[in-house]
């Protein structure tokens, strides 16, 4: 059982009348002018505070002119301010035959059988399971989660292929830098950054190209290789120096 | 054809520093080692294998961790890891069980890595 509030006299501030009110009260009238007045028992800041909390918003970047504007995270789709282009902001999941180009600037995914049809597909984020016959542009990542195929190429900012994984290409990867923990078979692969091949990592290509690279024990590489942009150095590891001893024929 | 004759130690600082010095031959090293040299012809190293920035090799380079600074023409062959560090120049093959290529090093060729070797 809730507990009753306390009742307290107050007296009307224009014709001193006593009434009885409960001690928690804020504003009343008097019942025998009529007169409305405040407690001077309740805190000046007794005011609810409705509490606004801002809409989160995100950076969302024109595929067309590469215009930036915010919209709200749960926004499903907006409208370029500059070049007026409809932007669909949500994500996809293609299960079968899907013909036909797309722009997304959410994340695409193309189940194991899945198979995109269409010329060429945009998203920020692509995973890869099934097929793609057209050319896949990844902004932020393509990452391969099953045994893929991609007839056109694809190109964006990080190409990664998960363990168990397997992504075969039969035109040219253009990505900024590579991750690979399963197997890669292409043509050419184009890295402007670091490739990275894990210990369960697999590449065969006819051709690699990378401003630099890691192989860890286990991985495997048969391509022909080349070094194209220079970078920063970084440190290796030391091999220590120690002697040696020279025989000459 | 292999002599087998040791060198001085003495004579072994200096190549070691190896400014200038130039080898016609083939090098075997049995130890690990730093080759600072120029060398016309293959270098065969048993152990961990620097190849010095001034290092010049025209042959190809065999060891087990292999330490790229300068330049090998006729590729690379590490039983264990290789890396090429930044500068360092390398043409026709590399093959190693592991291996890093440094941002800057200039690498062009066949990459057989983490096959039998």
């Known amino acids: 059982m809730s507990e009753l509030a306390q009742k307290i006299d107050v007296s009307c501030p224009e014709c001193g009348q006593t009434q009885r009110e409960s001690e928690n009260f804020i504003s009343t009238v008097c019942r025998s002018c009529g007169a409305y007045f405040k407690s001077s028992h309740a805190p000046m800041n007794a005011r609810k505070k409705v ?10 970047v024109c595929a067309d002119c590469g215009a930036v504007q915010m919209v709200a ?9 500059e070049c007026g282009r409809h932007l669909e902001l949500g994500h996809r999941v293609i299960e079968g035959e899907h013909l036909g180009n797309l722009v997304l600037e959410g994340e695409l995914t193309i189940g194991p059988k899945g198979n995109f049809g269409g010329s060429k597909a945009r998203a920020a984020k692509i995973v890869l399971q099934g097929r793609a016959s057209g050319f896949l542009e990844a902004v932020e990542w393509l990452r391969v989660e099953g045994q893929a195929s991609l007839r056109s190429g694809a190109s964006g900012e ?31 692969a184009q890295f402007s950054g670091p490739l990275k091949v894990g210990p369960a990592g697999k590449i065969i290509a006819e051709q690699i190209v990378f401003s630099e690279l890691t192989v860890e024990e286990g ?12 970078a920063e150095p970084v440190v290796a590891p030391e091999i220590p120096e120690t002697k040696g001893e020279i025989t000459s024929t | 054809m292999e002599t087998g004759k040791k060198i001085n130690p003495k004579v072994r600082a200096a190549s070691l520093a190896g400014h200038g010095l130039q080898i016609f031959g083939d090098v075997r090293l049995e130890q690990d080692g730093v080759i600072r040299a120029k060398v016309k012809g293959n270098v ?7 190849v010095a920035k001034e290092a010049e090799i025209s042959g190809a380079v065999s060891g087990v961790d292999i330490r790229l600074e300068g330049k090998v023409d006729a590729g690379l062959q590490g039983r264990g890891r290789v890396w090429l560090i930044a ?27 983490g096959e039998s070797l």
């Open chain 1, 158 to 188: 990080i190409l990664e292929v998960r363990p168990g994984a397997s992504l075969e290409s039969r035109d040219t990867l253009l990505f900024r830098s590579g991750q690979i923990d399963g197997e890669l078979r292409c043509g050419t």
């Open chain 2, 44 to 50: 065969q190293a048993s152990g961990k294998l620097v």
């Open chain 1, 73 to 81: 995270e749960e926004a499903q789709s907006s409208s370029c301010l």
């Open chain 1, 51 to 60: 509490k606004r909390t801002g809409i989160k918003k995100r950076e969302l």
């Open chain 2, 87 to 113: 500068q360092s120049v390398l043409r026709t093959r590399c093959a190693a069980k592991a291996l890093r290529i440094e941002p800057g090093a200039d690498f062009r060729g066949e990459l057989r890595i």
């Open chain 1, 219 to 230: 991985g495997r590489i048969q391509s022909q290789g080349e070094v194209r942009i220079a």
